[in-house]
């Protein structure tokens, strides 16, 4: 380390910077502010800013020793974590560690000016063992730097310089953390608990898809003169239940599948009835329905709604972030119609009304709470089901309770005044309805819950006083709605406002498809076989040393054969996100220690993993295609 600051290693480190943070440069350069530089008792420089030293005056490098003492002794790999590091001490002692990434979050532009200007840190950067974030700190950068990392058992580690300088900027950076550990959790688990189910549901729904309309069927259909009023399945949905059935003709009604037979029971039949959850499950809100609704369909939503009696299946279907979606159209933006995808059946309904070009968008049942101490509607099927499987071990109040229990508690800001009970999960879907760009106003109508932030909360007579609705007009709307629905097979139109058959569409291409998967899964599986024999010609590397070279270059073909077929591989790589995030960011161990240990062994393991895994996906889409071609053709 240097004992002065050096332009020339500031510029060294900036450019590795750039390379693989855009932008970052600029914000360090343009810091203008001065800290002051002294020198410890050791000789070491010291950063002072506002009269606080940010390291210890009498041996700065014992001090970072001793903040690192016991944090990492096992060969594993970990991540360390940073909020804050001052001259970086602490983060040029946590690169001398093996099979440590450290990664360094920093609120002052100014402070790395500094850091940079002392120590070179460029390798490190090129490398990926140090990574950097400054304030501002967007979601794509955390993902981009925790990339093949965040699998990893990581330890936050506060800096006592830094926070006693400026406590609340590098708090703020360990919560923008957690919130985004949280997220990727939640988003992690989802994958791997679903990955199998969406394909299955996607590629069984496909049938009955061919009689429905694509949603953007239904953009703009209110012109911005009707009102649409978004209904979840919240607790206090009950509380308004007598209103929402009073003005019933003054709107248009979207219900999430969870609240469905709670409107449905109270004498409220819907328009339209959003649908997007892939468990089995999702059907039974839908069971002993015979309105007029029409279902809003995410095509990976459980097959075995649209396996139902009722005129409600044939709705709608939206598109889908997923690459099957190809089956169903070459532009799904311009074909079928996207809308914001925010986590919950809620936060699509509301996208939706959006994009219906409603004159406002009205919210009830959106609690995002436990209002009473309950999680959902009285009424809600998913409350209802408790009837059947209710025990003396197994009471309504406990079940109850460990749905108020899964996640961690939070307290929000009650609509009633003081606070109220939620959770993280239901915190992130608060943060959308408040941070999402509104094009039309929004009145949240609802009695209970929590505040959402930049949303009115009129009681719901007052809204309808003071708001003028011309009944034809959102009569003809739900009329038109109807009629959307009427024809027999579903179309699309392209870009050109060309009419497309969606049945045929679908036939030619599974067809296409299971031809492809018939040639692909021959090398799948020659993959696997030859990435399991090299697997163990490594792990005994002194008996075959002479036929590695060639199994290696055996597999090098097979590899570029394989990663060709690109569109093949996406489609596939869905049904895997298991395999691919064990791969990619060690999820569920992955690697013994033995195998992270030897690096060629790992590399092994890792493309043995793949190759099973891509056999798997294969087997199962090829049978889920075969069946519903034969069900296609017999329609």
């Known amino acids: 380390m240097n004992t002065s600051s050096d332009e020339s290693v500031l510029l060294k480190n900036l450019k590795a910077l750039s390379s693989v943070s855009p932008g970052i440069e600029e914000r360090i350069l343009q810091s203008e502010r001065k800290l002051e530089v002294k020198t410890s008792k050791t000789g070491f420089p010291i950063l002072v800013a506002d009269g606080i030293s940010l390291h210890s005056a009498m041996d700065p490098v014992t001090e970072s020793k001793r903040l690192l003492e016991g944090l990492k002794k096992e060969d594993e790999e970990r991540v360390f974590l940073f909020f804050g590091a001052g001259i970086g001490y602490s983060i040029q002692e946590s690169l001398k560690r093996k099979n440590v990434t450290t990664v360094w979050m920093e609120a002052e532009a100014i402070v790395l000016r500094y850091a940079l200007s002392y120590f070179d840190y460029s390798e490190f950067i090129k490398s990926g063992s140090l990574r950097i974030l400054l304030s501002p700190i967007l979601e794509q950068d955390l993902y981009a730097a925790f990339r093949g990392i965040s699998g990893f058992p990581i330890s936050f580690i506060a800096h006592r310089g830094s926070n006693q300088w400026k406590k609340e900027s590098y708090e703020e950076l360990r919560f923008i953390a957690e919130g985004f550990f949280h997220k990727k959790d939640v988003n992690i688990s989802t994958l791997t608990r679903f990955e199998r189910i969406w394909t299955r549901n996607f590629i069984t729904n496909l049938p009955a898809l061919s009689g429905m309309q694509p949603i953007k069927t239904l953009f703009g259909i209110c012109e911005g003169k009707v009102d649409v009023l978004v209904c979840g399945a919240g607790p206090s949905l009950l509380l308004s239940l007598e209103e929402i059935r009073s003005y019933r003709e003054r709107y248009v009604i979207i219900s999430v599948d969870t609240a469905l037979m709670v409107l449905w029971n109270s004498g409220i039949d819907p328009d339209l009835v959003f649908s997007v959850d892939p468990q089995a499950l999702n059907s039974k809100y839908l069971e002993g329905y015979n309105g007029k609704a029409k279902i809003v369909f995410d095509p990976t939503s459980s097959y075995h709604s649209l396996r139902l009696p009722g005129e409600f299946k044939r709705g709608f279907f939206t598109s889908s972030p997923f690459p099957l979606i190809k089956i169903l159209s070459s532009n799904p933006e311009e074909e079928i119609g996207v ?8 936060t699509n309904a509301v996208s939706l009304a959006e994009r219906m070009e409603a004159k406002n968008v009205l919210l009830v049942g959106q609690d995002l ?31 109850n309770h460990k749905q108020m229990t899964a996640l961690p508690v939070k307290h929000a800001p009650s609509l009633k005044g003081g606070t109220i009970r939620t959770n993280e999960k239901l915190m992130i879907f608060k943060k959308w309805f408040e941070d999402h760009p509104k094009k039309n106003p929004w009145f949240n109508l609802g009695r209970e819950g929590v505040v959402l932030e930049g949303i009115p909360n009129p009681k719901f007579s007052e809204y309808i006083q003071n708001n003028e609705c011309n009944f034809d007009v959102v009569g003809s709307v739900r009329e038109k709605i109807e009629r959307l629905c009427e024809s027999k097979d579903g179309t699309l139109t392209s870009i050109g ?13 599974l ?7 018939k040639g692909f899964s021959e090398k799948v599986k020659k993959g696997k076989v030859l990435s399991d024999r090299l697997y163990s010609q490594i792990k005994s590397e002194d008996r075959f040393k002479d036929q590695i070279l060639k199994s290696l270059k055996e597999m090098d073909r097979i590899d570029e054969e394989v990663s060709s077929r ?53 087997t199962l889409h090829s049978k889920l295609i075969s069946k519903t071609i034969v069900q296609l053709s017999k329609s």
């Open 511 to 517: 067809t296409s498809l299971s031809i492809q998967l």
């Open 566 to 618: 690109k569109g093949l591989t996406e489609i596939l790589g869905m049904s895997i996100q298991r395999t691919v995030l064990m791969i990619t960011e060690g999820y569920e161990g992955g690697l013994t220690l033995e195998e992270k240990k030897n690096e060629r062994l790992g590399i092994a393991k890792k493309s043995l993993l793949l190759y099973q895994g891509l056999e798997d996906a294969c």
């Open 339 to 346: 809308i914001d995808f925010g986590g919950s059946v809620s």
């Open 497 to 509: 406002f060309e009419n497309i058959d969606l049945r045929k569409r679908i036939l030619s291409e």
């Open 369 to 399: 709470s436990f209002p009473d101490k309950l999680a959902h509607c009285k009424g809600a099927v998913l409350e209802e089901r408790l009837n059947y499987i209710e025990s003396r071990k197994l009471r309504r109040e406990y079940h």
